[in-house]
């Protein structure tokens, strides 16, 4: 997949989450159903952040004793690139003899690894002098789309019976999932897709090479 690739299908999953999110709203009231809606769409959320976390990372211009270094839009994510991995910390390659060389070079993230790239977001995207990417160059004005966000795991994806702790095997995710239940509203997932549309909106608009 390429850069683009990611934020189409980000877009794309955000229209599925918009349309689960609205068939929730209007269908009747029914406590476990209505819920194991909502934390579908959140589970959705976390990776549409991802996805669109991977398309800031790969636009980024990043620079090197005065150089400028990006990467190449027409390439797949998982081409080995050593003068981007070396500035990026990203090599995304499935390739052994790659990962390897990767690893010489502080190569420090291989694979979708949401939290790692997301400070690689924060290290070294500037400062905005127009309308800030949400949570990427600006906080998130609501406390509880920020917690959402911030707590994300793929694992909320086996969660059942009501309850998103279900299929949380160690004690960190189950720390880190602590408070999850109350804050996944239809309230709260409609104001995270409303950031998510935005943050969308922005990627293509805020990188010049994006395409």
């Known amino acids: 997949m390429k850069v683009v690739d990611y934020w189409k299908c980000a877009n794309k999953h955000l229209d599925f989450c918009e349309e689960i999110l609205n068939s929730a709203i209007s269908m009747p009231e029914n406590r476990s159903m209505d819920f194991n809606n909502l934390i579908n769409i959140y589970y959705m959320l976390g990776y549409i952040f991802e996805g669109f976390s991977i398309c800031i990372a790969y636009s980024i211009c990043y620079e090197k004793d005065g150089k400028e ?117 239809k309230e709260n997932l409609r104001g995270l897709i409303d950031t998510c549309r935005k943050i969308g909106r922005l990627i293509p608009a805020y990188f010049k090479h994006f395409k």
């Not at 790659?98 to 979708?112: G, M």
């Not at 949401?114 to 949400?134: E, F, H, M």
């Open 69 to 185: 270094i990006t990467w190449d839009m027409s390439k797949d994510v998982d081409f080995f690139d050593p003068e981007f991995t070396e500035v990026s910390g990203i090599a995304f390659t499935k390739n052994q003899k790659n990962r390897e060389d990767a690893s010489k070079i502080s190569c420090t993230i291989t694979s979708h690894q949401y939290n790692r790239i997301k400070q690689v977001i924060k290290d070294n995207l500037p400062c905005s002098t127009g309308s800030p990417i949400p949570y990427f160059q600006s906080d998130l004005e609501d406390a509880n789309q920020f917690f959402l966000v911030d707590r994300w795991l793929p694992e909320y994806r086996y969660g059942y019976s009501d309850n998103p702790l279900a299929g949380l095997k160690n004690n960190s995710a189950k720390v880190r999932a602590n408070g999850i239940k109350e804050k996944i509203t």
